[in-house]
């Protein structure tokens, strides 16, 4: 997540946007008489802490070879430059966790603060560019094989952005491990926004399909909206956001992340590919949500090939597996 040598400096913006994710949540929950349940918020924060701490004495570890008086071996420096990656790689896993915690927790707030729900308008967008969600649920329905490859594909999705803060954090491409992440994050906050606005409930609800499994997806809606007071179960946070469709852009923004490996892209776009076909299907959504999604999408990846046009490390990076 971090730049060799001067972690620290490079740590400042992720802190500061993570502080003030955490401050606005802290600031707007009172507000809409939510409170998160405490035992679930300390056990996570326990959790997080033992995590970083951990951390820090493999990044410390990666730094024996610099304070040696005396050159050491080939290997021992091979392992210590291992253990300050995989070091890196926890650090970006404990920042994600936080984050994403910090951004679901602030949908919750908007989602119960927001305008009337918008299920009955996506719906209509999508018999305008003529998508029947309700058509294509019965086909896949009728081909129980394939709905169990997109299921698998569909939850793929938070194993997906282990495996590759893992990837790039060994293999020594933490700026585009960064890049990824901060596409993942922007995008990920703008949704939980446009919630506020745009709250919708998903297709399973709309139109009254009896799928217990998917409807328990977005079980909390209703109650988050309807009660007087409402307790987050930090433990059991759920994916509320209906439009833009997060689900869509972790999957370019995955595909995007490989983009340059011979074999790697290609799989990706394979598995991403299944998994955009399975999010209708198994995250409630309307066509349209993925279309914003993929706007969105779209739009950031633009946006941060121009910030990062000027990076060095990002020109060099010609390589294939």
């Not at 892209?265 to 066509?287: C, E, K, Q, R």
Request: charged letters at 10%; proline letters at 5%.
């Amino acid at each position: 997540m971090f730049e060799n040598t001067t972690p620290f400096r490079q740590a400042t913006p992720w802190l500061l946007g993570l502080f003030m994710l955490i401050g606005m949540d802290y600031w707007l929950l009172p507000r809409v008489n939510c409170s998160i349940e405490p035992t679930g918020l300390a056990c996570f924060a326990l959790y997080m802490g033992g995590l970083l701490a951990l951390t820090l004495l493999v990044l410390a570890a990666g730094e024996l070879p610099n304070s040696l008086s005396r050159p050491s071996s080939r290997t021992f420096c091979k392992a210590m430059v291992f253990a300050k990656r995989f070091g890196y790689f926890q650090l970006a896993v404990i920042y994600v966790a936080s984050a994403f915690k910090a951004i679901v927790v602030l949908s919750y707030v908007n989602i119960r603060a927001g305008a009337p729900a918008i299920d009955a308008d996506l719906a209509h967008w999508d018999r305008l560019i003529h998508f029947d969600w309700l058509g294509y649920y019965r086909l896949l329905n009728s081909l129980p094989m394939l709905r169990a490859v997109l299921r698998a594909t569909y939850a793929s999705a938070p194993g997906q952005m282990s495996l590759l803060m893992f990837f790039l954090a060994i293999t020594g491409h933490t700026q585009r491990m960064r890049e990824m992440l901060a596409l993942l994050l922007i995008s990920s906050f703008i949704s939980v926004v446009t919630v506020r606005f745009m709250p919708a409930q998903g297709t399973y609800y709309f139109y009254e399909v009896a799928n217990q499994s998917a409807r328990e997806l977005t079980s909390q809606f209703l109650p988050l909206r309807t009660r007087p007071t409402y307790i987050i179960d930090f433990t059991n946070l759920q994916g509320l956001v209906s439009i833009p469709s997060f689900h869509t852009c972790m999957a370019i923004i995955f595909c995007y992340a490989l983009r340059g490996w011979k074999w790697l892209f290609p799989v990706s776009l394979a598995l991403n590919g299944a998994m955009l076909l399975s999010t209708p299907y198994y995250g409630g959504h309307y066509l349209v949500d993925m279309l914003a999604g993929a706007v969105l999408c779209a739009v950031l990846i633009w946006l941060s090939r121009l910030w990062f046009s000027t990076a060095p490390e990002l020109r060099a990076l010609r390589f294939a597996v």
